[in-house]
């Protein structure tokens, strides 16, 4: 069975420093990666999935992410935050099956400090 | 481009009674999930259906617990009799038939908050 961990409850940064959110999954064979970001209350945003190819993707709001398999690894990251960018952040894995499910992590609070 | 809509966005109900969540998946789909998300937590699979089955579940889909396809472009969510600890968040998804080794991507609607009183 597929898992997620995102070790990081809750991550602060000041507006216009970096910031990197980090992932780990298991999954036996080919994982399907992905990054969402909630607002409160609100639905979940798809920023970027990576499916296969190219080990770094981009995403939408300037956000990126680095797929790396030796490390069970898809980390995001973002060069300048934005204040507009404090929300819940959660990676999932997706199975290659055709009904298959997908798994989130617990998620990742991220506070903008101005 | 093509939506996953869910109504209504909020749904307050009393405890014991039922609810009945409604999704429109994307058109061409075939594939059809529900996941829940219980404030500040995370998202959780419930159930995938295809083809008028259920395909998985989890064990929070017990026996309160019922979707159906009641037509051709609905997929509902009821929820028998209502606890407390059913308020959440419910999140529908579709996605469609995928050629042999190809992932399957989930498209997620907006969600359906429901209170349990």
């Known amino acids: 069975a597929q898992s997620v961990t995102q070790p990081d409850i809750h991550i602060t940064v000041s507006e216009g420093a970096s910031l990197e959110l980090r992932c780990n999954y298991s999954y036996g064979a080919t994982p399907y990666l992905f990054w969402y970001v909630q607002s409160p209350g609100q639905g979940l945003q798809l920023l970027l999935k990576y499916f296969s190819g190219d080990t770094l993707v981009q995403g939408i709001k300037g956000f990126e992410a680095e797929f790396k398999r030796s490390q069970s690894s898809f980390n995001l990251r973002k060069p300048s935050v934005h204040w507009s960018d404090a929300a819940e952040y959660f990676c999932?894995?997706?199975?290659?099956?055709?009904?298959?499910?997908?798994?989130f992590g617990d998620g990742t609070t991220l506070t903008v400090k101005p | 481009e093509p939506e996953v809509t869910q109504t209504p966005s909020h749904q307050v109900t009393q405890m014991g009674q039922e609810v009945i969540l409604r999704c429109v998946p994307i058109s061409n789909h075939l594939y059809f999930y529900w996941y829940r998300q219980i404030l500040g937590q995370k998202v959780e699979f419930l159930v995938s259906f295809y083809n008028n089955e259920i395909s998985e579940k989890s064990e929070i889909f017990d026996d309160q617990f019922s979707v159906e396809r009641p037509d051709g472009s609905n997929f509902t969510l009821k929820i028998r009799s209502t606890k407390l600890e059913d308020s959440a968040m419910y999140f529908c998804?579709?996605?469609?038939?995928?050629?042999?080794?190809?992932?399957?991507?989930?498209?997620f609607g907006p969600g359906t908050r429901l209170t349990v009183l």
């Open positions: 998804a579709s996605s469609e038939v995928a050629t042999s080794g190809a992932y399957n991507e989930q498209f």
């Open positions: 999932a894995v997706g199975t290659n099956t055709n009904a298959g499910k997908s798994t």
